[in-house]
């Protein structure tokens, strides 16, 4: 883990990259990140990334209580579930790109329809049970969403995913709302052929792998 000095610059840097790649507008999404001391670090709510620095991020704990002045955000218990529900997670975004928005107003997962689903950890991306946002339902709704998967798209609302570290989180995110947009493109044009189950683990032993250096 990086100290909170560091932690609270990548912080920001995140965010206003998330605003840069089009993942997020004005005080949309939020980003945070697990910290050794067993809590996190999170975005606070209401700022504009263009407006954060990075002493305005908030040292929180998970059962809701927070350090300083500014508030965290209103989906920090959807991040706190998320870090106690799964120990691997060092970082989780949560954003509304175009894209995950449109296909979570379907209420449906993006199925298998390219190799790349399958690098969130199964043969699809679900989408969560519709929750009233920054509620703890909503939260819970998130989790089992997301077990055995990286990444979900939640009803109505936009998308979360979480990594071992921030970097990883960010990439996950465009990479569903990219698939999102191929898959939303292809559903214009026809149905979509899906990949066939049987493939899913040639797949996962060709990510060992793919995209690496030796």
Same mark, same amino acid.
Request: aromatic share 6%; with cysteine; proline share 4%.
């Given at each position: 883990?990086?100290?909170?000095?560091?932690?609270?610059?990548?912080?920001?840097?995140?965010?206003?990259?998330?605003?840069?790649?089009?993942?997020?507008?004005?005080?949309?999404?939020?980003?945070?990140?697990?910290?050794?001391?067993?809590?996190?670090?999170?975005?606070?709510?209401?700022i504009p990334s263009p407006?954060?620095?990075?002493?305005?991020?908030?040292?929180?704990?998970?059962?809701?209580?927070?350090?300083?002045?500014?508030?965290?955000?209103?989906?920090?218990?959807?991040?706190?579930?998320?870090?106690?529900?799964?120990?691997?997670?060092?970082a989780v975004v949560h954003?509304?790109?175009?894209?995950?928005?449109?296909?979570?107003?379907?209420?449906?997962?993006?199925?298998?329809?390219?190799?790349?689903?399958?690098?969130?950890?199964?043969?699809d991306v679900r989408c969560? +049970?519709? !929750? /009233?946002?920054?509620?703890?339902? #909503?939260?819970?709704? $998130?989790?089992?969403? *997301?077990?055995? @998967?990286? &990444?979900?798209?939640?009803?109505?609302?936009?998308?979360?995913?979480?990594?071992?570290?921030? +970097?990883? !989180? /960010?990439?996950?995110?465009?990479? #569903?709302?990219?698939? $999102?947009?191929?898959? *939303?493109?292809? @559903?214009? &044009?026809?149905?979509?052929?899906?990949?066939?189950?049987?493939?899913?683990?040639?797949?996962?032993?060709?990510?060992?792998?793919?995209?690496?250096?030796?």
């Open positions: 883990m990086m100290d909170l000095d560091n932690s609270r610059a990548s912080l920001v840097s995140g965010a206003r990259a998330m605003d840069a790649s089009g993942m997020n507008t004005g005080t949309t999404g939020n980003i945070s990140l697990r910290i050794e001391s067993g809590g996190m670090l999170i975005t606070p709510t209401g407006m954060l620095r990075p002493e305005q991020m908030v040292t929180m704990r998970f059962d809701g209580s927070w350090e300083g002045a500014l508030r965290p955000s209103s989906e920090w218990e959807m991040h706190a579930e998320i870090y106690k529900a799964f120990p691997e997670a060092g954003a509304h790109p175009d894209h995950c928005v449109a296909l979570s107003c379907l209420r449906e997962p993006m199925p298998l329809f390219h190799y790349m689903v399958a690098g969130f950890g199964g043969d969560s +049970d519709y !929750a /009233l946002f920054a509620s703890s339902n #909503l939260a819970k709704a $998130a989790v089992v969403a *997301l077990q055995d @998967r990286t &990444a979900c798209l939640l009803a109505n609302h936009g998308m979360i995913a979480f990594g071992k570290d921030l +970097d990883t !989180a /960010l990439a996950r995110t465009v990479k #569903l709302e990219t698939l $999102a947009r191929q898959y *939303l493109i292809a @559903r214009a &044009a026809g149905t979509p052929v899906l990949i066939e189950n049987s493939e899913i683990p040639a797949i996962r032993g060709r990510y060992k792998t793919y995209g690496q250096q030796k």
